[in-house]
């Protein structure tokens, strides 16, 4: 990716600032992924629960605890395979936030609105977007919305809500995402959406002990 000059507006770099103060530390969490797809006669439903551990709010373990594709319970195997593709997501695939300093190159701010921030992608990839983030009076984010600027396959159009919130003391992070899609699949409209909640968050103080304590070696 080329190097594009951003200018990052002041409050863009408060809140990159506050994010980067509460998302220290590590933390372990339990997340629910619902995914529902339609198009025509089709359908599919797929269900999954895992635990992980952020370390300064990057995932560094995860625990898949159960996971259905089609209402079909998944082999050890292809957890295994789903566990290291949480972990090593392919390049453009994770999510980007604008609001971590990271990122800023990545993006274009403005305009700026009392405590909302929009912003647009300079990459074309699923894990970038155009939208908005709102802060609070401490310049923490509170909730963003964006249309990736990649959509998956069989989607023409799309919207990604999230929540942050302070989940223990001193730290935040989402607590919702909401996907939702529109498509065409062959002779069919069809729509998916994709929704996560995190929860169950507690702190370790060190990533071997959290990752022995998602796995169960207490």
């Known amino acids: ?91 453009g695939d994770a999510f980007h936030p604008p609001f971590d300093p990271r990122y800023f190159r990545e993006y274009r701010y403005g305009p700026i609105a009392p405590a909302s921030i929009s912003f647009a992608s300079l990459v074309n990839d699923s894990g970038h977007g155009t939208g908005s983030f709102s802060y609070d009076s401490s310049q923490d984010v509170t909730s963003y919305t964006y249309s990736p600027s990649l959509m998956p396959q069989y989607a023409t159009s799309g919207t990604v809500t999230g929540t942050r919130r302070r989940v223990l003391p001193g730290y935040w992070t989402v607590t919702q995402e909401m996907q939702q899609y529109s498509g065409r699949y062959a002779l069919w409209k069809g729509g998916a959406t994709v929704q996560l909640t995190w929860n169950e968050f507690r702190r370790y103080q060190s990533v071997s002990e959290a990752v022995s304590a998602i796995h169960g070696e207490r």
Request: proline fraction near 7%; include cysteine; charged fraction near 15%.
């Open 1 to 91: 990716m080329a190097v594009v000059a951003v200018t990052v507006p002041p409050i863009v770099a408060s809140a990159g600032k506050r994010f980067v103060q509460t998302c220290r530390g590590v933390v372990a969490f339990r997340m629910h992924r619902v995914f529902d797809v339609h198009a025509g006669p089709s359908s599919r439903h797929d269900d999954m629960v895992l635990d992980g551990v952020y370390s300064n709010g990057t995932l560094v373990s995860v625990h898949i605890l159960s996971q259905t594709i089609g209402g079909k319970a998944q082999s050890p195997d292809q957890i295994a395979t789903a566990e290291q593709q949480w972990l090593h997501p392919k390049p």
